[in-house]
């Protein structure tokens, strides 16, 4: 996992600016990743059951957030990764 992480932040700028944004705020903060890509490394934990049950929390939140504008980035994120787990299951 930690290999993971440290690819990601190299190869990811944004992701270093949000954690160290989040770190900043003095309640805290949230960093949204796209975890996709991570789920063939959890073939351990069973990666197609985590999916099964991410997808509707996914859709819920893909739900909650569409048609507010000041939510438009999370809404693209979470509808994204819905129909990235859904194309993750019909492979699993």
């Not at 996992?1 to 190869?11: F, H, K, Q, T, W």
């Not at 990764?81 to 993750?88: D, T």
Request: charged share 25%; glycine share 8%; aromatic share 10%.
């Amino acid at each position: 996992m930690r290999a993971y992480v440290d690819g990601l932040i190299e190869s990811a700028p944004n992701v270093a600016s949000g954690l160290e944004s989040a770190a900043r705020k003095r309640s805290g903060g949230y960093v949204v990743l796209n975890f996709t890509t991570l789920l063939p490394r959890l073939e351990k934990m069973g990666s197609a059951s985590f999916a099964r049950k991410q997808l509707p929390v996914l859709k819920g939140y893909a739900k909650q957030t569409k048609g507010i504008p000041k939510l438009k980035d999370y809404h693209r994120y979470y509808s994204d990764n819905a129909l990235g787990l859904k194309k993750f299951l019909k492979r699993a």
